[in-house]
């Protein structure tokens, strides 16, 4: 099986004893990693990733949807001031996530968008996490990266009402007419555990803060 790097090691590897406490005649083998993977070519029971491919030849099974957000340390916003549009984050030093389509542009609910720039660029979500809390910028990650920081205030979010910014976490799977038995348990295991509401997202019980008067 293959999972994302940042997602695996955070949420999906903390999963697998209460797996194998189930399933203890299962063996695992498990490829952390953010590199595209041939599920056919590379032998893979199993991929998990944050966006579904194009090919049409495998199968998806949605597991959880996936918030992204814009957010910054206190202290940067304190800084540098805090963006009331999208246009404003022209003028801001903004992390970017190198491992995205057309990484330096943000795209927002509206259809807008923006070209961003600042003084880092990595294909790591946890470097761009660690740099956004030290308040280097403003960065724009998914909420299983940054949902305890958004909870504990060590960082808030910038134009909430704006962002279009939520993707689906997908199992991956071969053509077949029924699934392994093996594939199955594992699936059927992430369903329990995923397809509710994510614990990373509690902070969103409390509804998106009120979006910011507009200036003139």
Known sequence: MAVPLAFGTRHLVPLVPDFLAVHPEMRLDLELGDAFVDLVRDRFDLVVRIRRPADSS???R???TVHRVLCAAPAYLARRGTPRRPKDLAAHDCLIYAGSDAPEIWRFADGTSVRVRGPLRSNDGDALRVAALAGVGIVYLPTFLVGDD???GRL?????AELDASLCLHALFGPRARLAPK???FLDFLDMRLCRKPPWDVFLDAGP????ARTT
């Open 209 to 212: 803060p009120r979006r910011a």
């Open 156 to 160: 808030s979010r910038v134009l909430p």
């Open 58 to 60: 495998l199968t998806a």
């Open 183 to 185: 594939v199955r348990a």
């Open 62 to 64: 949605r597991l959880a």
């Open 150 to 152: 958004l909870v504990a």
